[in-house]
């Protein structure tokens, strides 16, 4: 091993991907790239990838020689295991942050969460939610503030927490029982990984309302095609380029958020006299579509 691949970095970036994942990369690698921190490694970690996201990969670690391919087979469910072993073999960073390969960070993402994690041991980041009509929204997170395992259960270990939000110290990872394995079929691998972090004496946990992330949901697994993801993702990755991009989009958000609440305060329903058992179920469903799933 070089000199240079023994020296230690603030921040090692896990990225899992796939096959035919070839038109999402240079964004959401590019994204990581952009960081204002750049004392760090990104490992693009492959499970059964197909020929064309494997050439992109290479082409971008040409121009970039912080990028590390692990071109791994298909393995059990997202090839958990190659993450354990990439991070328990190969990481040099102090700390450990993630990035799905169809979101995007924020440039400012890794700076703060290595500050944060100078105190703790985990950190939550929130995100913005990109809706398919392109308006951006803030993402509903229950719990923001501090927790340690002294402090018995709260909300931070019920939540559900996206995999690129998060981020750990490595320190703290290799004291995990297992660290990333293959996930029960009922479980989402990410919220299986996090139950981990917070089953362990060691937690000290901030959540913070840093947002960070920009995260693209289309569709349950496997959800829209790679090709119509990157048009998304190529609408917003100049934005990340802007020396304001975490400003605009908190601002573009915030515009968004006053919206709908103008909108909600518009179709205020007036309940005289009346439980919720005795409701029309049309007056019900409006109250869960009005304050359930929106907040």
């Not at 492959?46 to 064309?52: L, N, R, S």
């Not at 992109?56 to 958990?80: A, T, Y």
């Not at 944060?116 to 041991?121: D, G, I, M, P, S």
């Not at 503030?145 to 939000?165: C, E, N, R, V």
């Amino acid at each position: 091993m070089s000199d240079r691949m023994r020296m230690k970095v603030k921040a090692t970036v896990i990225l899992p991907t796939t096959k035919e994942r070839a038109p999402v990369l240079p964004y959401s690698i590019g994204s990581i790239l952009q960081q204002t921190e750049k004392e760090i490694e990104i490992f693009v970690i492959g499970d059964g990838v197909d020929e064309a996201t494997r050439l992109v990969i290479q082409g971008l670690m040409l121009e970039d020689d912080r990028i590390r391919f692990f071109d791994h087979p298909k393995g059990d469910r997202r090839g958990e295991t190659y993450r354990h072993q990439a991070l328990s073999e190969e990481a040099r960073g102090e700390i450990v942050c993630y990035l799905l390969d169809r979101d995007l960070m924020l440039p400012n993402h890794i700076e703060l969460m290595y500050a944060h994690l100078q105190e703790h041991n985990f950190c939550i980041h929130t995100s913005l939610s990109v809706l398919e009509n392109h308006d951006i929204e803030f993402a509903r997170k229950p719990f923001f503030g501090y927790y340690s395992h002294a402090d018995g259960p709260s909300l931070a270990t019920k939540g559900y927490y996206l995999f690129s939000q998060v981020g750990h110290t490595l320190e703290f990872y290799k004291e995990l029982p297992y660290g990333w394995r293959v996930t029960p079929s009922s479980f989402p691998t990410d919220i299986y990984m996090w139950q981990q972090f917070m089953a362990h004496r060691s937690l000290n946990l901030t959540s913070t309302q840093d947002p960070t992330i920009l995260y693209f949901k289309r569709g349950d697994h496997p959800g829209w095609s790679a090709e119509r993801r990157a048009k998304d993702l190529a609408k917003f990755y100049p934005l990340m380029t802007s020396d304001n991009a975490v400003q605009d989009f908190q601002r573009l958000a915030t515009l968004n958020l006053l919206k709908e609440r103008e909108r909600l305060a518009s179709e205020t329903i007036i309940i005289r006299g009346k439980t919720l058992s005795h409701l029309p179920g049309r007056i019900i469903q409006k109250l869960k579509t009005l304050f359930v799933k929106r907040w």
